[in-house]
């Protein structure tokens, strides 16, 4: 079965620079959702997206942004890297039309490191 | 701020033994998830709780879930090599059209020959 794609697997980038992470969820799954891992820690609700619409925000700094396209992929665009953005990055997916317990599905993430 | 709380961090037993994890949570919830994670890799779902839940079963695991001390228990059965992982709770607090999971601190669970 398809699973949530992410793109790259692997990203390097210097302080101050710009990244985008990518995420392709389930097909026909229309939420989708973003977290942040750092080393030995546990995920980190970033930001939720139903519809296209943002739908929920947590912990997410002003330096990053995030939209939902009309193909329901979605992209994480982060400015201003600073050294304590180096972590594992999660999308997630899943059937937000069908009312509460749905689970959500990761993708395998984006490992971000900042030199 | 942290919502669940795992115990124990790690966790070391034989192949053929159970292994208990614990998670306790804060505020009110809608369902309790448990995720396993092989070292950097992705979040596998394994089993989903509901509130009005006590217990759930899927094949060697088994969850339980007492609201009124906001705890929750997933025993491993008959644990493999390859249940080697960190498991993690996750509560989820609905808001609007989208579930929001919190993660616990996470289980280290190691299990050898």
Known sequence: ???????????????????????YPIPRHDT????QQ???QDPQFL???YEKMQSDKGSIPDRFSAQQFSDYHSELNMSSLELGDSA?????SSLGGLGDNQPQHFGDGTRLSIL | SQQGEEDPQALSIQEGENATMNCSYKTSI???????????RGLVHL?????????????RLRVTLDTSKKSSSLLITAS???DTASYFCATDQRRGTASKLTFGTGTRLQVTL
């Open chain 1, 1 to 23: 079965a398809a699973g949530v794609i992410q793109s790259p697997r692997h990203l390097i980038k210097e302080k101050r620079e710009t990244a985008t992470l990518k995420c």
């Open chain 1, 32 to 35: 989708v959702y973003w977290y």
């Open chain 1, 38 to 40: 750092g080393p030995g």
């Open chain 1, 47 to 49: 930001i939720s997206f």
């Open chain 1, 88 to 92: 594992l990055y999660f999308c997630a």
């Open chain 2, 30 to 40: 809608n369902n309790l998830q448990w995720y396993r994670q092989n070292s950097g």
């Open chain 2, 47 to 59: 089993i989903l709780i509901r509130s009005n839940e006590r217990e759930k079963h899927s094949g």
């Open chain 2, 80 to 82: 493999r090599a390859a």
